[in-house]
């Protein structure tokens, strides 16, 4: 077993909170040339220590929170990836977030944290370099993300803490709850707050002083990171994701690219959103830019909203998904009622993407008469009806009352139980509702919904390709906008020129590709043995039923031959079969050979 | 004296102009005596220009200004600093850090070059420990003889509150202004790029830069820049949503 020559110390910090023990798991260099670390190492570590069938809410699950082996250099990385079996979907799935969290675990010297157990009273942890602490959060449960944070940043006695907290939402059991990293940032979209939740775990502290990442061959990575920054400061597309951040592309979505969701995905027109979107935002809203650890693109505005009924009201947003689905897709206008529902959702500690989902699809549901106020506690949600849909989030967050419990299920349970019709126009992949991309006019990202890992989810790549790419960059914890969406093809090259001088490996571009195969195979079989195959590759109904009504992709719809592509293309490129399933053949080549007699018994299993 | 001068000085005819000249010259040699403490080297040490222009001169950037609206908190000032002094990024010894106000802003705090050098005056030891360099305005420690954490004294001495200690060694962590070509200015100037401009600059005059900025203390620049930006929510107070409730976990 060696030990990491750079890049990684070797060691991950692993926390059991039943005992409140923590100990040194030490990871070999080995382990980590294949699995990179963040998302390839959660997979790793779930897929070789738990049985089909396991319960993400067991006592012993754990959530593994990873930065990169790039993290806190001189790289632009700054990504921490929170990988575990989702309560949620009961997939394998991995939420990333921005900040400055994943550099300052570095700094306190550790790969990743492993966190597993569940504490008998609510607890937070404070990890200061190689100290581990188990404080005491009963007087923080129950607060909203915001104060939670606050509470520990004053505990701490130090402002430059990194915080990740949970709300509400997560303490009582939604499933897709989140985790809030240094109040703006979201770790979501996996239900992490609910795992969190269960674990009695309120979140945890991390400052990081005494150590630096290791260097195998400094001035060689240097030139190289150099490269790789430069290749980001120059990129002229980004110079609008640094003036709008993703907010800019509300507008364009709509009036070029034909994608924006809007009502419950009923259609992608929506000629209001100049009173929602960026341009509104930019004029009335955004005052400060703000950037994740090292990063040139900006892409975070912050601002406050002046009069009205939110005077005061500070707030991050809206970005394009957090807009799209509190905004357009509930049919919002007005801009500051938007930003306190993504606010709320924030202070609650909800996924945005998922509570848009849900509130369209009651508000549908309502309006064809599948559910009756009476089933929402007397609610009656309306578009545009910003109050009624606050009432809602907060209900979701407690799972108050009738409503809340049934809301709190998310899309897919809420129209197996309410039935009428409703499957039609629930719009999820594998039990996850969809983000603000219609697929119908953004057909490529169909592939990040369907074949991605977790289902439903934008951020898993457009293209066979790109699945791979964002699963290097995810285990690598890049952000994309720093990553291949400026690199391009030259992608494999530039992170292969800085991980071999970083880490002291020898890979070749090729070793690159077999890697990101490796780690979406070890995801795939994950799934399989859970019972995912092609069948479950699909979009929702609406996608290839419903012509899209208006806009510049009027009259498109997703066709069985679109899906066919995908899936050849997907599926061939990544070596598995025409079920979905990893070929024998394929797994012997990313040296995945203990996974084989998972996958046989699979195959049996599910009859595939 | 002066006023019985005055008339004469008014009779003059090109008295005007040549009043101008006269304070313009006298103002100049002021900075520059002020500026560079007599020296005034030809050669620039930086081979950044201020406007990160190409093509125009650079010149000596002896010190610093902060246009802290403009930070994003990207702290890659914090990383390039680091890198340039231990050869690791580490941020706990930077020269220059980001402090974070109420979680809405952040704040550059970094050393202004004091003319009247506040630290060093109250440096207690023979020779100074910590010394300006003539030549370059940085500010240079020598670690064999200062007394370090137990002694602190340029730390409560410094008006921006700016010195902190070395995490491993307990001696401040002063600016050596990188030998003259800062690299927190550069690592800024490249990547910050906000619509409005980046947010740390390099001057070859201290005048104007640095005495409105420096006696205020992070907090209170902190407490500036939100009231600038996030006005009437100065605390950055959460306003959504207005009910929370505690209810006991499952």
Request: hydrophobic share 35%.
């Amino acid at each position: 077993m060696a030990t990491p020559k750079g890049g990684n110390f070797g060691k991950v910090l692993e926390i059991d909170l039943s005992k409140q023990t923590f100990k040194t798991r030490p990871v070999s260099d080995e382990i980590l040339q294949q699995y990179i670390g963040g998302r390839g190492l959660g997979a790793y570590y779930a897929v070789t220590e738990y049985k089909q069938g396991k319960n993400a809410l067991d006592e012993d699950a754990f959530v593994f929170v990873g930065p990169g082996p790039l993290s806190g250099t001189m790289a632009v990385s700054h990504r921490t990836c929170f990988a575990h079996k989702s309560p949620y979907t009961g997939l394998m799935t991995h939420a990333e977030t921005g900040a400055h969290l994943a550099s300052e675990i570095k700094f306190a010297g550790w790969d990743g944290l492993y966190i597993k157990g569940r504490a008998r009273k609510p607890i937070w942890l404070s990890i200061v370099n190689d100290k581990v602490e188990f404080k005491d959060a009963s007087k923080m449960w129950g607060k909203t993300t915001d104060e939670s944070h606050e509470m520990m940043v004053k505990e701490m006695k130090d402002p430059e803490i990194r915080t990740a907290v949970i709300g509400p939402a997560g303490e009582n059991g939604v499933p897709f709850a989140c985790i809030i990293v240094e109040r703006f940032r979201a770790a979501a979209r996996s239900g992490t707050g609910m795992v969190f939740g269960d674990k009695k775990l309120k979140g945890f502290a991390v400052r990081g002083t005494k150590y630096a990442v290791p260097v195998a061959d400094n001035a060689k990575f240097l030139a190289a990171a150099r490269v790789n920054k430069e290749a980001n400061m120059q990129g002229e597309a980004w110079e609008g994701i640094k003036k709008w951040g993703t907010g800019g592309l509300m507008e364009l979505k709509h009036f070029l690219h034909g994608s924006l969701v809007v009502k419950n995905y009923q259609t992608t027109w929506f000629p209001d959103i100049v009173k929602i979107g960026g341009e509104e935002a930019m004029r009335t809203f955004w005052k400060r830019h703000a950037a994740c650890t090292n990063c040139p693109t900006h892409c975070l505005k912050l601002g406050v909203i002046r009069g009205g009924k939110y005077s005061g009201l500070v707030a991050e947003g809206p970005e394009y998904e957090s807009g799209g689905l509190l905004g357009s897709n509930l049919g919002m206008t007005k801009f500051d009622e938007m930003i306190a529902l993504i606010e709320a959702c924030d202070a609650y500690g909800l996924d945005n993407i998922s509570t848009g989902g849900v509130l369209a699809f009651a508000t549908e549901a309502m309006e064809k008469g599948a559910l009756k106020p009476t089933d929402l506690d007397g609610l009656k949600p309306k578009w545009n009806d910003g109050d009624t849909y606050m009432e809602m989030i907060r209900k979701i967050a407690y799972q108050e009352g009738k409503a809340g419990k049934l809301m709190a299920k998310g899309v897919r349970k809420m129209s197996k139980e309410i039935g009428k019709g409703s499957e039609a126009y629930a719009n999820h992949v594998k039990g996850k509702e969809l983000a603000a991309h219609d697929p119908r006019g953004d057909k490529i990202r169909a592939y990040s919904y369907t074949m991605g890992t977790c289902g439903g989810d934008h951020h898993e790549g457009q293209g066979p390709q790109a699945l791979g790419m964002t699963a290097m960059a995810d285990s690598l914890c890049i952000c994309s906008f720093t990553n291949f969406l400026v690199y391009g093809a030259g992608t494999d090259k530039i992170i292969t020129d800085m991980l071999n001088p970083l880490c002291g490996w020898n890979w070749k571009t090729e070793d690159y590709w077999t890697t990101a195969k490796r780690i979406m195979t070890t995801e795939r079989v994950f799934n399989v043995r859970e019972g995912i195959s092609s069948k479950d590759d699909r979009l929702p109904i609406r996608m290839y039923k419903e012509k899209l009504p208006a806009g510049p992709r009027k009259d498109v719809i997703f066709t069985d031959a679109d899906q066919k592509d995908m899936e050849t293309k997907t599926y061939g490129f990544f070596g598995w079969d025409e079920k979905g399933i990893p070929t024998e053949a394929s797994l012997k080549a990313y040296g995945l050979d203990y996974l084989i007699p998972d996958v046989n018994a699979a195959k049996k299993k599910y009859n595939l | 004296m002066e006023e019985k001068k005055l008339p004469d000085v008014l009779e003059k005819e090109t008295t005007r102009r040549a009043f101008l000249r006269g304070t313009a010259t006298a103002a100049g040699s002021a900075l520059a005596i002020t500026a560079i403490g007599g020296i005034a080297p030809k050669k620039a040490e930086a081979q950044y220009s201020v406007q990160g222009v190409p093509g125009t001169k650079p010149y000596a950037q002896k010190y610093r200004f902060a246009e802290r609206q403009n930070c994003t908190g990207c702290r890659s000032c914090e990383f390039a600093c680091s890198l340039f002094h231990t050869g690791n990024v580490r941020p706990a010894l930077s020269r220059i850090y980001l402090a974070k106000y109420k979680d809405i802003v952040d704040v550059p705090v970094m050393c202004w070059h004091c003319d009247d050098t506040p630290c060093i005056n109250a440096c207690p030891t023979t020779p100074k420990a910590i010394q300006k360099d003539a030549k370059t305005n940085g500010i240079v420690l020598d670690p064999k003889i200062c007394l370090g954490a137990k002694c602190m004294k340029c730390q409560e001495a410094c008006p921006a509150k700016y010195i902190r200690g070395n995490a491993d060694t307990g001696q401040p962590l002063i600016c050596d202004l990188c030998g003259g070509d800062p690299q927190c200015v550069k690592a800024c100037m490249e990547q910050a790029g906000n619509p409005q401009g980046p947010c740390l600059q390099g001057r070859p005059v201290g005048i104007g830069v640095n005495m409105a900025f420096r006696d205020v203390t992070p907090d209170q620049a902190g407490k500036d820049l939100a009231n600038l930006l996030f006005y009437p929510n100065v605390e950055g107070k959460r306003v959504v949503p207005a009910k929370t409730k505690t209810k006991k976990g499952r």
